[in-house]
């Protein structure tokens, strides 16, 4: 059974950019029939995009909650400890740097891809978290 919020959002808002993307772009001999099918399916896939984001979602949240409770410190600690590297690289490399350099400060060079690994695991910390504090709210 699909969330409420969602059946909510892809009936509304996605659910009028369908209706629009459907009067713009399919040619004038498509049936009205035809087009309220396409409508229909259009936001049956787009209903079933959004539950599998839904799931996975929760299958992140549910990691993140086992890991909390766990009682050995790395396994809870490696995601705050990722975001105060990061912070750190870019306090050094674009704060810091521009005014000691002179004094022998050297830039922290980070190949591209941890950089991007850095920023994906706190992209979904923050996003996880984001939507946590939201459905807490909402209860």
């Known amino acids: 059974m699909p969330e409420p919020v969602v059946t909510s959002i892809v009936q509304g808002t996605l659910g009028r950019v369908i209706d629009r993307l459907a009067d713009k772009y399919l040619p004038s001999s498509v049936s009205e029939k035809e087009r309220e099918e396409f409508r229909i399916r259009a936001r049956e ?9 839904a799931r996975a979602i929760e299958s992140v949240n549910a990691t993140i909650r086992e890991e909390g409770r766990s009682e050995h410190w790395m396994q809870w600690a490696w995601r705050p400890l990722i975001g105060f590297t990061f912070a750190a690289v870019v306090i050094n490399n674009y704060i810091l740097l521009p005014y000691f350099r002179n004094l022998g400060l050297q830039p922290i060079d980070i190949p591209s891809g941890i950089w991007e690994s850095m920023l994906v695991i706190l992209g979904v910390a923050a996003g996880t978290r984001g939507l946590e504090k939201w459905a807490r709210e909402r209860k």
């Open 45 to 53: 896939l787009a209903l079933k995009e959004a539950e599998a984001e």
